[in-house]
């Protein structure tokens, strides 16, 4: 069973288009992440939720907009996809908000490619 | 603001010879540190935490890492590395105050045979 598991892996889609990328984690934990990695495979946050609730929201474009259903859930809904937007997506999960004191446990990624 | 620096790139290293990563962190107070793993194609698997106590810490597939408080540095270490080991590994850290893990840029490790 996979902890964090995230849809779709690999995504090619033409600039201006609106993408969805879906993340699930079965682990009970009340905190969920998304993380950017990009082509110099440099890692950074983007936002983190906590039971539903928006905690980080890192100066990112509003063309992103985050959706948690429920605390098992995060998605990332992007809006008129520009060039720059290719990257690798991390979804992540921890026990709860204190960062310092729990792992982050991270989905395997989606490859997202705006041409 | 805290911040890692993980000096080297991209490191080559033969089969079975020891392996150090290099990683620098800057924060005020005691940090907590991490190093995951990253395969080709792969997401982030964590190798080893170090949150307080002992300084050198064990991870999985016979990593360690060593946290020297006076050098600002938290080096993962491996005796023996196999072709297996070859990947991206990250140096990352946390603290108290801060929700989320601030990430190195990342080593590349390649393993000859």
């Known amino acids: 069973d996979t902890a964090v598991s995230q849809t779709p892996k690999y995504l090619v889609t033409q600039m201006g288009n609106d993408k969805s990328i879906k993340c699930e984690q079965n682990?009970?934990?009340?905190?969920m992440y998304w993380y950017k990695q990009d082509s110099k495979k440099f890692l950074k946050i983007m936002f983190s939720?906590?039971?539903?609730?928006?905690?980080i929201n890192e100066t990112v474009p509003n063309r992103f907009s985050p959706k948690s259903p429920d605390k098992a859930h995060l998605n990332l809904h992007i809006n008129s996809l520009e060039l720059g937007d290719s990257a690798v997506y991390f979804c992540?999960?921890?026990?709860?908000?204190?960062?310092?004191?729990?792992?982050?446990?991270f989905g395997e990624g989606s490859w997202l490619t705006v041409v | 603001a805290q911040s890692v620096t993980q000096p080297d790139i991209h490191i080559t290293v033969s089969e079975g010879a020891s392996l150090e990563l290099r990683c620098n962190y800057s924060?005020?107070?005691?940090?907590?540190l991490f190093w995951y793993v990253q395969s080709p194609g792969q997401g982030l698997q964590l190798l080893l935490k170090?949150?307080?106590?002992?300084?050198l810490v064990q991870g999985i597939k016979g990593f360690e890492a060593e946290f020297k408080r006076s050098q600002s540095s938290f080096n993962l270490r491996k005796p023996s590395v196999h072709w297996s080991d070859a990947a991206e590994y990250f140096c990352?850290?946390?603290?108290?105050?801060?929700?989320?893990?601030?990430f190195g840029s990342g080593t590349r490790l390649q393993v000859q045979p």
């Open positions: 682990l009970g934990h009340d905190t």
């Open positions: 170090y949150f307080s106590g002992d300084t």
């Open positions: 939720y906590n039971n539903k609730e928006l905690i």
């Open positions: 990352a850290v946390g603290s108290a105050g801060r929700r989320a893990l601030t």
């Open positions: 924060y005020g107070a005691t940090p907590y």
């Open positions: 992540a999960s921890s026990q709860d908000l204190t960062a310092a004191g729990n792992t982050i446990y």
